[in-house]
């Protein structure tokens, strides 16, 4: 029996049935890179492939000792959904299905539930959006602050420090105290 | 480029646009802002940034006593962009004269003179802690006296702990000032409000979903 310990997708990995996207703003969404780890000492697996929206795509497959990682759509990216249409941590979940080849000549059908988690915007304090949170954005905020153009940001909610619907001073040094204490995290 | 110049007890940085700078450091310094009132002053733990809140650009920055060694700086200029900068350490004659004849051609910064300027000093604080001058005519959003009234007039923010209390400075008669539903603006653990609130709402979701 082959068994599945672990896997990733886009550099997210996971042990557990889910995996968590963050940060994915808009557009279509493509899943890349999908790995999974087996593992079995009576076993192997010789062929696999996984099955998206009745189209299969091959595994390239590495064998160390007893375990081996199928990866999956190494240069195949597969579009999944657009972004667009999701609300802010709105989740999607997705059966993937796993057809491996055994070298007892069996073929084995697994069933991954993975679940997305979206974050729309980004991170509060990342005001210019760039994934990461330093004086670069407490600048950018304060500019938006005195111009009145924080607003315009939509949703506003990487500028709203403090959660009172307004963008102020009090999100500036907020923003600034939070980043210099390391309270505030990147990404 | 930007050229960012401390020793001798004091701070500045050489750029065209410089509206923001963010330092980390090694040492412990009493903080005298030099810039101007379009520019604030904060520090916790190891770092110390300058931002602006109101029109303007950074040349002269802070004077300082106590040992300071700057490990690390990003500036920002009026776009919000990264301006590669580099540090110079400006040695003064006081400390070249700990140092030994023979270093003087050595890099200054291997020289073994201190990083102290005047006395040394225990913890890092500001000598203009405060965030003074602030009115609420000019401030998109509400502020509350604890009775749950709002509150229209001066206030200035302790730059420590973001509260906000009332009064043009701090006195002795300052009153605590709140957001909507009793939230203090005072927060000590520097967590925005947003932040905490957003992880909460994520570890629901999340919560919802095993259970689900």
Redesign the interface.
């Given at each position: 029996m082959i068994n599945i310990y672990g896997y990733s997708i886009g550099g997210n990995s996971g042990k557990f049935e889910?995996i968590y996207n963050r940060d994915l703003t808009d557009g279509d969404f493509s899943i890349s890179n999908l790995s999974i780890r087996t593992q079995s000492d009576t076993e192997t697996v010789t062929k696999a492939k996984i099955n998206i929206r009745q189209n299969e795509y091959p595994a390239n497959i590495t064998t160390d000792g007893n375990r081996q990682t199928l990866i999956f759509l190494e240069n195949t990216p597969v579009m999944i959904f657009n972004v667009n249409k999701l609300k802010d941590?709105q989740?999607r979940n997705y059966i993937y299905t796993f057809i491996l080849t055994t070298s007892e000549l069996e073929t084995q059908y697994v069933h991954r539930n993975i679940?997305y988690?979206f974050n729309k915007y980004s991170n509060?304090?990342d005001?210019?959006g760039n994934g990461q949170i330093?004086?670069?954005?407490?600048?950018?905020l304060?500019?938006g602050?005195?111009s009145?153009n924080?607003k315009d940001i939509e949703d506003g909610?990487p500028c709203?420090?403090?959660?009172?619907?307004?963008?102020?001073?009090?999100d500036?040094?907020?923003?600034?105290?939070?980043?210099?204490?390391?309270?505030?995290k990147n990404g | 480029m930007a050229k960012l110049y401390y020793g001798g007890g004091s701070t500045t940085i050489e750029g065209s646009d410089i509206?923001?700078?963010?330092i980390r450091y090694r040492g412990a310094i009493e903080i005298e802002d030099k810039t101007s009132n379009s520019f604030?002053i904060?520090?916790?733990?190891n770092?110390?940034?300058i931002?602006?809140?109101?029109?303007g650009t950074l040349n002269e920055l802070f004077d300082y006593t106590g040992e300071f060694r700057i490990l690390s700086v990003?500036?920002?200029?009026?776009n919000?962009?990264?301006v590669p900068t580099t540090i110079h350490r400006v040695m003064d004659y006081s400390e070249l004269l700990t140092g030994n004849s023979e270093d003087m051609t050595t890099k200054s910064e291997d020289l073994s003179a201190t990083y102290i300027s005047g006395k040394k000093v225990a913890k890092t604080l500001l000598k203009q802690p405060n965030?003074n001058n602030?009115h609420t005519s000019g401030?998109?959003?509400?502020l509350y006296l604890s009775d749950g009234n709002l509150w229209q007039g001066y206030f200035h923010?302790h730059?420590a702990?973001?509260n906000?209390m009332t009064g043009k400075e701090h006195t002795e008669d300052s009153q605590d000032l709140y957001?909507?539903d009793n939230k203090p603006?005072k927060?000590p653990?520097?967590?925005?409000?947003?932040?905490i609130?957003?992880n909460r709402?994520?570890k629901r979701?999340?919560r919802n979903?095993r259970r689900y």
């Open positions: 889910e941590l989740t679940i988690t509060v304090g005001v210019d330093n004086v670069l954005d407490v600048v950018a304060s500019d602050v005195i009145g924080c909610y709203d420090l403090t959660g009172d619907g307004g963008y102020n001073v009090l500036i040094t907020t923003l600034a105290n939070s980043i210099l204490a390391g309270s505030i | 509206r923001g700078v963010e604030v904060s520090h916790q733990k770092g110390i940034m931002f602006p809140v109101g029109e990003i500036v920002a200029d009026s919000a962009k990264r965030l602030q401030h998109d959003g509400a923010v730059l702990d973001n906000a957001y909507a603006t927060n653990s520097l967590v925005p409000y947003n932040v609130i957003r709402k994520r979701v999340l979903r």
